[in-house]
């Protein structure tokens, strides 16, 4: 967002707030003055306010620390990980239990898992044993991750949802 700074404020008059000064409603030659006499900015913070407010700071500074401020909210914020394991509709044993060591390592490092079942050509006939696969990988991770979405087909893919659980202290 930018801010309006010095003479780029348009409005005859401001309500001017800050450290080192007399916070009250000032004309805006006044308050223009009032910085340069300080050798800082004014910086309108809030324009929809009536009359606008207007803080004597050093702009270079006020865009430094809010940057930096954002830079750290940024850095707090949760990355989601999406895995995906892909299944076709007749996935035998030893490819089940492969993808569901997989599986149960993703949810145990916290990412979320996105299991489907890709059917081909005239493979979606047997929706159902997808359905199931589904459902025993759901049952299988039941101590590792809880379903988010439930087996649905979307397409020619059936999905299932799941994301790991909260480790308990």
């Known amino acids: ?27 805006i030659e006044k308050a223009i003055q009032i910085a ?3 050798n800082l900015d004014l910086v309108e913070i809030s324009p929809n306010a009536e009359p606008p407010v207007c803080r004597v700071i050093d702009y270079q500074k006020f865009l430094y620390q809010q940057k930096k401020r954002d830079k750290e909210l940024k850095a707090k914020q949760v990355k ?3 895995k995906e394991i892909r299944f076709g509709p007749q996935t035998d044993d030893h490819d089940y239990e492969f993808k569901l060591r997989h599986a149960i390592e993703f ?14 050509g005239r493979s979606i006939l047997f929706k159902e044993q997808g359905e199931v696969l589904l459902l025993k990988f ?9 379903v988010d979405q439930m087996p649905l087909l ?11 659980k909260k480790k308990t202290k």
């Open 138 to 146: 759901a049952n299988d991770l039941e101590e590792y991750g809880k």
């Open 36 to 38: 340069d006499e300080q």
């Open 80 to 82: 989601v990980v999406v």
């Open 154 to 164: 979307e397409g020619k893919r059936m999905i299932l949802l799941m994301s790991p």
């Open 1 to 27: 967002m930018a801010h309006r700074i010095n003479d780029k404020i348009r409005c005859k008059e401001v309500r001017l707030v800050g450290e080192n000064v007399e916070q009250g409603v000032y004309s």
């Open 107 to 120: 949810l145990k490092e916290g990412a979320k898992l996105k299991a489907f079942v890709f059917f081909k």
